[in-house]
Nanobody, 124 residues
Framework: VQLQASGGGSVQSGGSLRLSCTAS????????IAWFRQGPGKERDGVAC????????YYEDSVKGRFTISTDSAKNTVYLQMDSLKPEDTAVYYC??????????????????WGQGTQVTVSS
């Protein structure tokens, strides 16, 4: 099982980034996929999640209306579109795989595979 997260970078406040999470050895649209982030000195928190069994999604309150999680089945990729970025969004972002049907949101411990993380830095 291998997940690869990419798309991070440095942007100014109000800018946008799109993160990608690609799998090489399993079919993404079968599983629950989530994005977590971990800021300096902080715990790893879930920001967005998609349950592919029923198509339901979840967003943490601070990102609602600004972040969008989506899936491109042809590319076997889950995206996190991040708009109106704020300095407090600065963190390392990780994608993670949970079992088929895992409810959103779920704890980090419920996800069995993780990408390597991609740094997002938002300057004011």
């Amino acid at each position: 099982v291998q997940l690869q997260a990419s798309g991070g970078g440095s942007v100014q406040s109000g800018g946008s980034l799109r993160l990608s999470c690609t799998a090489s050895r399993f079919t993404m649209p079968y599983y629950t996929i989530a994005w977590f982030r971990q800021g300096p000195g902080k715990e790893r928190d879930g920001v967005a999640c998609i349950n592919h069994r029923d198509g339901s999604t979840y967003y943490e309150d601070s990102v609602k209306g600004r972040f969008t999680i989506s899936t491109d089945s042809a590319k076997n990729t889950v995206y996190l579109q991040m708009d109106s970025l704020k300095p407090e969004d600065t963190a390392v972002y990780y994608c993670a795989r949970g079992e088929h049907g895992l409810e959103c949101p779920s704890r980090a411990a419920d996800f069995d595979s993780w990408g390597q993380g991609t740094q997002v830095t938002v300057s004011s």
